[in-house]
């Protein structure tokens, strides 16, 4: 058996300063051109922490077209000449750095594998003056031109893109892993969380869904201008903006939090009916995982089948036809993915295998242990019979397969069977309490259950988590191979 990932060195970070060996030059470094994630070369980048962004956009819809302006508050990380921003495509007007004009550019692009045409993804930022290590720094970015999808290796297989989406209905943004620079200039990693502000300019009779609490509606003759807030920090991938001609469901959730569901004006009573249930999955959800992390839930539900659903944080985003398993899925990600986001793209069953998990518990709140274990011994023996891989570290083209969703969800279920209930939801409650409005990796969750449960759970994960097949459980019964599919899964057939 290899040594587990978990004793393996860290990745290290990635670099900030330039190639050459040396004392650092006084008139600053450039921020790299990249945070260092393996799955996703180029993407994010370093020198900097982006603590808030300011977006104001305008739509026009006969043009499919925005004007923009991104505001962000960021601190160095060291001395820097320049920094860059990810920005796929888009047109930049202007850039300041402490109210002053800032040179920029845009570096050509990587040709495509497929022979396509490329767009720029990096914006690189030269202030009139360095920036000094630690000290905080406003960016504003006045853009424009007209939105589309970024290639995105995870979703090859099934979707063309991520991130702006326009569709008949209107604009939806589904960014996962990488389209948030689709439609912002952004530092696109999980590892740069930040709070944002947004304010949304629409013609009537368009109505604008984001993250967090809306604060006011400006109305202006015939257009109007949605403001929200949103103060929790959050990943880039999870931040969203949905315009359509959407009508309001609102509710109370757990202590009061605002829950508002945006859906289809000629959405069904029987289409709302699952949507309706978020307190009552949320009051669960708190029972199992602790506290909900954030201000406000909710959703917003398409008028189109979008690809599935995505956790947005406060309001995920889901194609029409979801039932209540998918939004049990989505809001379970509220603490596992969202308010703990991963820390590379590898430790991506961290979200999904503990979301597929929060599926199982549900069967169980409802039906009862014999409603669990049905679903943990069909997931048992579809992962036996086709050898599913370890949930860890998939590759970038498996990061939405069966070995990180049900996989993943089986290492908890083993997890649960060897220390017992007690200390199993401890692991989970303490783990997105100390964890949360931050990242987690594999290695880290390995050390924290080792440490919740008081003992050397190293055996266990090298079984459950790292092993090339999921451990024979003779209580299920024999599960006959089959040829190897990998329990491919895209995020079109459920959660995201």
């Known amino acids: ?60 819809f006969d043009t499919d077209e925005i004007q923009a302006r991104a505001t962000l508050r960021a601190r160095a990380l060291a001395d820097l000449a320049s920094f860059s921003l990810d920005l796929y495509g888009l047109e930049v007007e202007g850039v300041l750095v402490g109210g002053q004009p800032a040179r920029f550019e845009r570096p050509p692009p990587v040709p495509a594998a497929d022979g396509k045409p490329s767009k720029p993804s990096e914006l690189v930022i030269h202030p009139a003056a360095p920036l000094a290590r630690d000290a905080s720094f406003e960016v504003e970015v006045r853009y424009s031109g007209s939105p589309d999808v970024r290639p995105d290796a995870s979703v090859a297989a099934f979707l063309p893109g991520v991130g702006w989406s326009r569709t008949e209905s ?38 604008v869904a984001a993250n967090g609490i809306l604060r006011e509606v400006v109305e202006a003759g015939e257009k109007r201008t949605f403001v929200f807030a949103s103060g929790d920090p959050m990943a880039s991938y999870l931040v969203t903006v949905s315009v359509a001609e959407f009508e309001v469901l609102s509710a109370e959730g757990p202590r009061g939090i605002p829950v508002r569901i945006y859906h289809p004006v000629d959405a069904s009573e029987e289409e709302l009916a699952d949507f309706r249930r978020q307190p009552e999955v949320l009051a669960f959800l708190e029972t199992v995982f602790g506290p909900y992390p954030f201000e406000a839930a909710g959703g917003v539900i398409a008028y189109e089948s979008i690809g599935g659903a995505l956790e947005c944080q406060t309001i995920p985003v889901y194609g029409r036809g979801c039932n209540l398993e998918v939004i049990v899925h989505e809001l379970a990600h509220q603490w596992f993915g969202d308010a703990v986001s991963p820390d590379l793209w590898r430790d991506m069953w961290l979200n999904e295998g503990f979301a597929n998990y929060a599926g199982w518990l549900w069967d169980e709140h409802v039906g009862g242990e014999d409603a669990y274990l049905d679903g943990v011994r069909g997931a048992y023996h579809q992962l036996r019979r086709r050898k599913v891989g370890s949930p860890f570290d998939p590759g970038v083209e498996r990061v939405f397969s069966g070995r990180v969703y049900t996989r993943g969800a089986m290492v908890l279920h083993g997890l649960r069977a060897e220390v017992g209930d007690e200390t199993f939801f401890r692991v989970l409650q303490s783990w997105a309490a100390e964890n949360r409005h931050g990242n987690g990796s594999t290695g880290g969750f390995v050390r924290h259950a080792a440490k919740v449960a008081g003992r050397d759970l190293t055996a266990f994960f090298d079984a459950w988590l790292y092993s090339a097949v999921t451990p024979e459980l ?19 057939s459920g959660g995201g």
């Open 474 to 492: 003779p209580e299920f019964g024999p599960s006959e191979p089959e040829p190897s599919a990998e329990g491919e899964r895209s995020r079109a």
């Open 1 to 60: 058996m290899a040594a587990s990932p978990a004793a393996q060195a860290p990745l290290a970070p990635a670099r900030t300063g330039s190639a050459a060996a040396g004392p650092r030059a006084p008139e600053g470094e450039a921020g790299a051109l990249e945070i260092g994630d393996p799955y996703f070369p180029g993407l994010g980048n370093g020198g900097y922490d982006v603590e808030h962004y300011a977006l104001e956009l305008e739509l026009d």
């Open 170 to 207: 209107g604009v939806y943004v589904i960014s996962e892993c990488t389209g948030a620079s689709s439609w912002f200039p952004c530092n696109d990693h999980p590892r740069d969380k930040a709070t944002y502000d947004f304010r949304v300019t629409v013609e009537k009779p368009y109505t």
